[in-house]
């Protein structure tokens, strides 16, 4: 990434605008920011951080403009710019943007103020964003694509000295999804078991990587693709033992079960991945899992289950035959439907 290259090469702008869904780069570049422009000695005097929906954005403008006590900079960061959006505060901070506007026309020479939001956009609309466009280093995070998600985790892998096999990246994608924390938790870890040999394979991700719920549901479901009752139940009773309630079981096969049914009719109708994420507002890479499950179930089999869903939903909530009995029963009924 370009910022972070400037970053490390000491190359830094006085103002920086970080936006976008993608919490984990924002996160990481902000880490960048103090580990690059701040020594440990100077992070208790020139360190600050700011909410806008708690403070004025006066305050922080304030130290900005006031001569670093000890060390070279400031780094200053406004969190939840909300004047940005076109959303309306929760609280009532009354912020002086026609200062804030002075301000970016002419920074601080010895400050580095950081404009931090997780908002998926900006109100392109407002003289202030298009001032703070203008004038800062911005970096949009958005979600990953499958193809960016890999690069990012060879990346992640080659940092260390190590290398990933394009199976083991297929394989970790699939068990730990798109999340960026959760990939860099699970690289960490592959990584420090892999310090002798310096490389990743499949056989590892496979014995060391640790499945969200999300993900065992989905893996759930793979087997009823393919008829492999006994892992199942396997993988239920394991949840089980997890103390992961029935509830909260069915309502995540619902929502698989939900999603097939919709990337489904999506197809149907001619839509591309990319479509079909963005109007079911999804990341692609769930998309395409769904849609290779979706081509092993006929409408009327998805419209069955989907019923059966229903109904063991009531009697879960009305305690009717048992929470586990009616959960079992569904996988069961689940075991007998004709599969594609």
Do not use: C
Request: no cysteine; proline share 2%; aromatic share 8%.
């Amino acid at each position: 990434m370009k910022l972070w290259e400037k970053i490390d090469r000491k190359q830094f702008s006085p103002l920086y605008l970080l936006y976008g869904t993608e919490s984990f780069i924002i996160n990481e570049t902000k880490q960048k920011l103090v580990t690059n422009v701040l020594t440990e000695e100077e992070m208790d005097f020139n360190l600050s951080v700011y909410d806008m929906e708690e403070t004025a954005i006066e305050e922080a403008l304030e130290d900005a403009e006031t001569f670093p006590f000890f060390g070279d900079r400031k780094l200053v960061f406004i969190n939840n710019p909300i004047f940005l959006t076109s959303e309306k505060s929760k609280e009532k901070v009354e912020h002086n943007i026609k200062k804030l506007e002075s301000y970016l026309e002419a920074p601080s020479p010895y400050s580095i103020l950081v404009f931090a939001g997780y908002y998926e956009k900006l109100d392109e609309r407002k003289k202030i964003t298009k001032l703070l466009k203008k004038n800062a280093e911005v970096l949009e995070a958005k979600k990953l694509s499958e193809g960016e998600l890999r690069i990012w985790i060879k990346g992640r892998v080659e940092d260390k000295s190590q290398q990933i096999d394009e199976s083991a990246i297929d394989l970790i994608l699939s068990l730990v999804g798109p999340d960026l924390m959760n990939l860099h938790s699970e690289l960490e870890k592959l990584s420090l078991y892999v310090e002798e040999t310096k490389k990743i394979t499949a056989e590892i991700v496979e014995r060391l990587t640790s499945r969200s719920l999300e993900q065992n549901i989905f893996d759930l479901v793979d087997k009823v693709v393919h008829r492999k009752m006994e892992e199942v139940f396997r993988i239920y009773y394991d949840l089980r033992k997890q103390n992961e309630e029935p509830i909260k079981i069915l309502a995540l096969l619902a929502s698989q079960f939900r999603l097939i049914y919709q990337v489904k009719e999506l197809m149907k109708r001619g839509y591309g991945q990319q479509q079909i994420a963005s109007t079911l507002k999804t990341h692609p890479f769930r998309v395409k899992l769904a849609s290779g499950q979706a081509r092993s179930f006929t409408d009327q089999e998805l419209g069955e289950i989907i019923n059966l869903l229903a109904l063991t939903d009531e009697q879960l909530k009305t305690g009717g035959t048992g929470r586990e009995v009616s959960l079992e029963l569904f996988l069961l009924k689940l075991g007998h439907l004709k599969i594609s």
